[in-house]
């Protein structure tokens, strides 16, 4: 082994490392992680942010954009607002807020819909007694289904795309996905609106939705 993979991986370590440790926020790590990569030359100086300008990149920002503009103008809570009356049971909650979460990650990143949806699955969780596991974890899977059915509902969809252009010189347009990816969440769908129910009951609802919430860690 070479000094300069020495020194990449001893990075990349210290970079996970810092990561598991979560004392600092991500972004922070993850900015020194490259300027210690120029530092010590294992990163070169001239491309150090070449990334930046990457269409991945720009895409996935841009889909994040939509996210937050999703989250504030709080659509998403005005459309579900009819339904909650109705949503006094698990069994009735897991299928109609997963089916929202998917629905909403085929537009935006699959991540940013379900930290939209969270809040109001907790508030529900709360409100009725329902086991927040038994809620979240069918959003979450609902999030990554809905994630596949469209170019920008997640990332590995772009990444795909680009390396297609590379080859073939077209990438994969915003609705390639959907055929396979829209039959697949619709499985998933019913998959998960009676397999709630083999998921543990044995978490209470949390008594502070906005400590069940603390992500600061993961924004910018």
């Given at each position: 082994?070479?000094?300069?993979?020495?020194?990449?991986?001893?990075?990349?370590?210290?970079?996970?490392?810092?990561?598991?440790?979560?004392?600092?926020?991500?972004?922070?790590?993850?900015?020194?992680?490259?300027?210690?990569?120029?530092?010590?030359?294992?990163?070169?100086?001239k491309s150090a942010f070449d990334g930046l300008s990457n269409d991945i990149t720009i895409i996935i920002g841009a889909a994040l954009i939509v996210s937050a503009a999703f989250a504030k103008s709080g659509i998403v809570?005005?459309?579900?607002?009819?339904?909650?009356?109705?949503?006094?049971?698990?069994?009735?909650?897991?299928?109609?807020?997963?089916?929202?979460?998917?629905?909403?990650?085929?537009?935006?990143?699959?991540?940013?819909?379900?930290?939209?949806?969270?809040p109001v699955a907790l508030q529900l969780s709360r409100r009725t007694g329902s086991s927040p596991s038994r809620l979240l974890m069918p959003m979450a899977f609902g999030a990554m289904l809905g994630g596949i059915v469209?170019?920008?509902?997640?990332?590995?969809?772009?990444?795909?795309?680009?390396?297609?252009?590379?080859?073939?010189?077209?990438?994969?347009?915003?609705?390639?996905?959907?055929?396979?990816?829209?039959?697949?969440?619709?499985?998933?769908?019913?998959?998960?609106?009676?397999?709630?129910?083999?998921?543990?009951?044995?978490?209470?609802?949390?008594?502070?939705?906005?400590?069940?919430?603390?992500?600061?860690?993961?924004?910018?």
């Amino acid at each position: 082994m070479t000094l300069q993979q020495g020194l990449a991986f001893g990075l990349i370590g210290l970079t996970i490392a810092a990561f598991i440790w979560g004392r600092f926020r991500y972004d922070v790590i993850a900015l020194c992680a490259l300027l210690a990569g120029v530092a010590v030359g294992v990163v070169p100086a001239k491309s150090a942010f070449d990334g930046l300008s990457n269409d991945i990149t720009i895409i996935i920002g841009a889909a994040l954009i939509v996210s937050a503009a999703f989250a504030k103008s709080g659509i998403v809570e005005a459309a579900l607002r009819p339904l909650i009356p109705y949503l006094k049971s698990e069994r009735s909650q897991v299928p109609v807020l997963t089916a929202a979460v998917t629905l909403l990650s085929t537009a935006t990143k699959n991540v940013g819909a379900l930290a939209i949806l969270m809040p109001v699955a907790l508030q529900l969780s709360r409100r009725t007694g329902s086991s927040p596991s038994r809620l979240l974890m069918p959003m979450a899977f609902g999030a990554m289904l809905g994630g596949i059915v469209t170019l920008v509902g997640t990332a590995p969809n772009i990444i795909v795309s680009q390396v297609r252009e590379e080859i073939l010189g077209k990438p994969f347009g915003m609705y390639d996905y959907t055929p396979v990816g829209l039959a697949l969440a619709v499985i998933g769908l019913v998959f998960l609106a009676f397999a709630y129910k083999i998921l543990p009951t044995d978490r209470a609802p949390t008594a502070n939705i906005d400590a069940a919430l603390a992500a600061n860690a993961y924004f910018t």
